[in-house]
């Protein structure tokens, strides 16, 4: 159960305190009585310099992943940071990474425990499953920031581009990431230029506008101005992720 879960008590407390002091009042009794008295503490939100815009998440964002190009990222506390997360979490942004072993969005962005809310699937498209976990994100967590985050060489990509450029069927459950990426690499292959690596950018720019898009949840608050969606490529030969919307 997330903090923002437990911390819905207050609320009904709040209202349940009105109520008890309206009743009071009725009765000649002191309301103020009632509203002075003893209430359990609540626990606050852990990490809650987590609470931030999502400019301000953007902005850490590139500052974690200037430190991790830079080599020197910081040292984490794991222990205490552990110990602080038992209750809840409070991730500052949202990724959608591929699942390649050489993007790791914690390390990229230099980021600790419960800062940042990752979906990871190869060739980093949303579906499903992973709209759904986003909309828990921003509905119920108040994430501020989602980033679809390609990467340079991706191999889900490339096999997508040669399945369809040579009429192959992939073996297993691949061809399902052929289809999720085709729209991509078919917007890519009008575009002058390196075929895959315009296929990782619209890949990324296509994922960006399909979760601006995805009803009922996210993009409401898309509309709301609550969270915001950007799109990035990471580059494998110096860290380097660079924006793209
Ligand atoms: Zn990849």
């Given amino acids: 159960m997330c903090y923002r879960c437990s911390t819905a008590a207050p609320t009904t407390r709040r209202t349940f305190l009105t109520m008890a002091g309206g009743a009071a009042a009725g009765l000649g009794l002191p309301s103020v009585a009632l509203a002075q008295k003893p209430q359990p503490k609540q626990p606050g939100p852990p990490k809650p310099q987590n609470e931030i815009t999502a400019d301000e998440a953007l902005k850490r964002l590139v500052a974690g992943n200037r430190r991790y190009i830079d080599g020197v990222s910081r040292r984490h506390d794991f222990k205490h940071e552990r110990e ?46 992973s709209i759904a976990s986003f909309e828990y994100a921003i509905a119920i967590l108040n994430v501020p920031l989602l980033m679809v985050l390609g990467h340079r060489s991706c191999g889900a990509v490339d096999a997508a581009i040669k399945s369809i450029r040579d009429n192959t069927t992939l073996p297993g459950h691949l061809p399902s990431l052929v289809s999720a990426l085709s729209p991509a690499v078919k917007a890519a ?3 002058s230029g390196n075929l895959l690596d315009n296929a990782i950018k619209q890949n990324v720019i296509l994922n960006v506008e399909k979760l601006k898009a995805a009803t009922p949840i996210i993009d409401k608050a898309v509309a709301e101005k609550k969270v915001r969606i950007v799109g990035g490529v990471y580059n494998l030969d110096d860290g380097r992720v660079e924006l793209l919307t």
């Fill in 84 to 129: 602080a997360l038992v209750q809840g979490q409070n991730p500052f942004a949202s990724i959608l990474s591929c699942a390649d072993s050489r993007i790791a969005p914690e390390y990229a962005f230099d980021s600790g425990r419960g800062d940042l809310f990752v979906c990871r699937v190869a060739g980093n498209f949303a579906n499903d499953e």
């Fill in 189 to 191: 292959e009008g575009l």
